[in-house]
């Protein structure tokens, strides 16, 4: 069974630009979580989605923002990026908000820089 | 609200010693509560949970016990490998809301 995968893994920007990460959950997931992982500060929630729809989102600027597909894939987007964007953005997928308590399981992450 | 809270590192081990990272909780209702391992250029993995009070999740010589009475799910191993150099996230579950704990950073040399 494949697991979550995150494309692209690397990703290099400058600030103003825009940025589009993608992620494919498990099959039979259909809860895709986000999270950016700067150098040193642990993990930091960005955006819950399931089953097409935006179901909480973390303490981030309205220029983060994203999607999920009919097929549970799911994409984040950076608008207008600066320097402080440099992270590891990793997603995580579950079996969904039916299924409370269920662990989720993450992709290797892209990683972004900001130049 | 909910948190989690782990002890700070980085640790540093010999081979073979003992392991123990704390952690503790706050939580509303019944959460929960997981152990993830993130190895260098990697994504977190999932390495034990446990689902209700007195529960022990198990894995690869890993263990951790929920205590509800003290609010912790501390890891521990009984004989570190150099393999285990990692960084360790304690996280908690309420609901479909995860909230992770700040890592721990384990290195063990030979």
């Known amino acids: 069974e494949a697991g979550v995968t995150q494309s692209p893994t690397h990703l290099i920007k400058t600030r103003g630009q825009q940025a589009t990460l993608r992620c494919s959950p498990i099959s039979g997931h259909t809860s895709v979580y986000w999270y950016q992982q700067a150098l040193g500060l642990g993990l930091q929630f960005l955006l819950w989605y399931d089953e097409g729809e935006e179901r909480n989102r973390g303490n981030f600027p309205p220029r983060f923002s994203g999607r999920q597909f009919p097929n549970y894939s799911s994409e984040l987007n950076v608008n207008a990026l600066e320097l402080e964007d440099s992270a590891l953005y990793l997603c995580?997928?579950?079996?969904?908000?039916?299924?409370?308590?269920?662990?989720?399981?993450f992709g290797d992450g892209t990683r972004l820089s900001i130049l | 609200g909910n948190s989690v809270t782990q002890m700070e590192g980085p640790v540093t081990l010999s081979e073979e010693a003992f392991l123990t990272i704390n952690c503790t909780y706050t939580?509303?209702?019944?959460?929960?509560l997981f152990w993830y391992v993130q190895y260098p250029g990697e994504g977190l993995q999932l390495l034990l949970k446990?689902?209700?009070?007195?529960d022990k999740g198990s894995n690869k010589g890993f263990e951790a016990t929920y205590r509800k009475e003290t609010t912790s799910f501390h890891l521990e191993k009984g004989s570190v490998q150099v393999s285990d150099s990692a960084v360790y996230f304690c996280a908690l579950s309420t609901g479909n809301q995860f909230y992770f704990g700040t890592g721990t950073s384990l290195t063990v040399i030979p």
């Open positions: 995580a997928s579950s079996l969904g908000r039916r299924r409370i308590n269920q662990p989720q399981h």
């Open positions: 939580a509303t209702g019944y959460p929960s």
């Open positions: 446990a689902t209700k009070a007195d």
